[in-house]
């Protein structure tokens, strides 16, 4: 049974919101690194 169309564009917005957070963490760690 398919998503609501509501539900999946909220889920998308949200692991789009936690990518953009999470990217600099992990740039920053590489970066440190060395």
């Known amino acids: 049974m398919p ?3 509501k ?3 909220l889920f998308l ?3 789009l919101l936690t ?4 990217l600099p963490f992990k740039y920053n ?4 690194d060395t």
């Open 29 to 32: 760690s590489c970066c440190k």
């Open 3 to 5: 998503l609501p169309a």
């Open 7 to 9: 539900i999946v564009d």
């Open 19 to 22: 990518g953009l957070f999470w």
């Open 13 to 15: 917005q949200l692991l």
